[in-house]
């Protein structure tokens, strides 16, 4: 496939972002990255977002007019059939099933863990928190020799669960210790995940402090948990 620009309109905190900006880093894809202020959305990524979210991918094709995706799934796909590089899905169908499903088991816990960590009540905070530490308990069950989900190939599923562990990564020990407690798997994993290049590179070096200002604007009860 010929080398076509990439943009991918973002916001500096987004999970559905860092998926596809991991995605592209693996794939060795140069981009652009153009950030929007979603709480001031400009006219111009209305116009182009049916859903007024990001991610969106704009793909500048050389002969007709550029083309533009909106959801992360949809984005993730379209770089894993095009770009070179190692698939990050299975050669083998029921292995390349399973992997799917896992990525939206992914999304599920993803909005677990972001209700937790965007709580203004405790009683919401402990209910989504146990929510979240299912999900993980379910992965501990799951995940086999590591050291990524499918093994020693980094896969779409890693991509997913990535961005959600990060804010786990800045979270003080004693909130992050009884989450991850007596889950070594998912523990390994998620470490191993925190030293991947591409999601060191998803996002800015300023996304801790990003973050933090976030919790506080929202009142969040963990807003002085951030390390």
Known sequence: MPNLKLTLISHPLCPFVQRAAIVLLEKNVPFERINV??????????????TGKVPLLKVELPDSADAVLFES?????????????????????????QQRAWVEFGVAALSDAWQFLNAKELAVAEDKKAAFREKLQR????????????GVAFSMVDAVFAPVFRYFDLL??????????????????RYSLAQRPSVISAVSEDYADRFRQHLVKQQAILSNSIL
């Open 37 to 50: 202020d979603l709480a001031n959305k400009p006219d111009w990524f209305m116009a182009l977002s049916p």
């Open 73 to 97: 799934a949809a984005i993730c796909e379209y770089l894993n059939e095009t770009q070179d590089g190692v698939s990050l899905y299975s050669s083998d169908a029921l292995s390349r099933a």
């Open 139 to 150: 992965l501990e069950s799951t995940l086999e020799q590591g050291p990524y989900f499918s």
């Open 172 to 189: 003080s020990p004693v909130v992050l210790q009884p989450i991850f407690d007596n889950l070594p798997r998912v523990l390994a994993w």
